[in-house]
């Protein structure tokens, strides 16, 4: 039963959720076989009570079914209860749009002829479009589709008389309308391929079926959705135009609200994509710049997916913030914003990266305190750990202890399945670079010629840090 599609499907719905499906299963207008409504209760209630469930057979017995047990009609009985599902998520979607309910209600009358209907719901729909918050690209094609639903529902004559009194706004505003979705979702779209082609490493060319450059003689006044991917285009397409970045961080921070929760993380993601490009070059205004959009972006709650704070969000901010020397800052980051973490990830998410902060403020016995409060069941609690740890050796001159941690990782390293070829040797480099640093007895020569082989390797974690440790000891030459 738990392999079935309608078993794993209920398991994703909220319990609020299960409880409004119950009411619309049992309705007799949207179901009238009590056998499905009958598994239906079985299965939430087992899900609530986050039992097991039953074998197939014993379950059918248990619906009180008048016909023999077969695998047959059990999946038969399923794919109806998941139709049933199907029907409720669509109207549970169409519950939270009125403009378009709006629509399919004056499409109806139009149709029906429910003329008595019409004069009311125009009015009532008009109301609903002028305070509707959300007016991304599906905004403007409802409105399109509002605006000719209405135009539809007048007579010939109606026409006739509008066009001799110069009356043609709605015809206008239905062309404005489908030009401002056609231009939002064509940009939209050129920029969801542009990240695909980057993140792939692609030249591949997309015909989009339409120049770009076409969509700049479309002038849209007070419509923001259209300036905001115009914008985000523009970053994709020069990485070094910094007016685009601050004129898109300006129209997303007054507009944010006028978009839904995945087109809202769509623009965030831009952001800070654009300033991690400039972290990576070393520019330290974009470090403080980055900091500032994820804390806008988690005061807006852009950034969390069901109230909860990814931990790489979480890990992120730290990073960036303690290469800016926010030491403070982060740190009550990591306090206040702990709450927003998943359980699981929390306990670990709060003792490695205060570890972090105890490390750059040179508290070094504070890192080791921490960090032995880190689970290293995650592996990548654990390499980072490690890693830390080593570095917090060599600051504290423990070099027994150094040594024997070294082996310790060395060989987890070669033994540890979990990690990929390229985090594998990120780590064994800083681990190889570390030992020779250690030593003592080189002299400036060779410091010189580790150094240069630190800057010129690309794959090698906490590269930072070595340069600064190797540039100490040629200092002490």
Known sequence: MESTRIYKVLKLLSIPQLNRFLKFIKSPYHNVNVSIERLAVYIIEYLKDNKKLEDKEIIWRGLAAKKEFSDLRFRKL????????????????????????????????????????????????????????????DYYLQRYFYEKTIQNLKSNYEKKVDLKKGKLRSYDQLSKNLDAFYVIEKLRLATDLQTWKKMYKSDESIDL????????????????????????????????????????????????????????????????????????????DFHKETLLIYDWGIDQEITLNKGKLSPTSFRNYVV???????????EEFIK??????????????????LARVSFYRKNFNEVLEYLNQVNYEDIWYNVNSRTLLLATYYELHEWDTLDSNIDTFSTFLRRERS???AKRKSYKSFVNYLKKLQNSSYKRSKLLDLQQKIIADKNVTTKQWLLEKIEESIMRK
């Not at 499409?107 to 109301?127: C, G, P, T, W």
């Not at 960036?320 to 982060?330: A, M, N, P, T």
């Not at 206040?336 to 990266?353: I, P, Q, R, Y």
Request: aromatic residues 8%; negative net charge.
């Open 78 to 137: 399923c794919n109806d209860l998941l139709e049933r599902l199907e029907k409720f998520l669509i109207l549970e979607n169409l519950e939270r749009n009125q403009i378009q309910q709006s629509n399919l209600l004056l499409d109806s009358i139009r149709k029906n002829r429910y003329e008595i209907l019409a004069e009311k719901h125009i009015s009532k729909s008009s109301k609903e479009i002028s305070r509707e918050i959300d007016q991304s690209s």
């Open 336 to 353: 206040t914003n702990s709450l927003l973490l998943n359980d699981e990830h929390k306990e670990n998410a709060v003792n490695f990266n």
């Open 419 to 421: 990690l990929g070829d």
């Open 209 to 284: 079926g339409v120049s770009l450059n076409i969509l700049d003689q479309y002038q849209f006044d007070n419509i923001p959705s259209v300036e905001i991917y115009r914008s985000m285009y523009n970053l994709y397409k020069d990485e070094s135009d910094t007016e685009s970045y601050f004129k898109l961080k300006e129209k997303a921070q007054h507009n944010i609200n006028s978009f839904p929760k995945d087109e809202q993380r769509e623009i965030f993601d831009v952001l800070v994509s654009y300033c991690i490009k400039w972290v990576n070059k070393g520019d330290m």
């Open 320 to 330: 960036i913030g303690l290469r800016v020397g926010e030491f403070d800052k982060v």
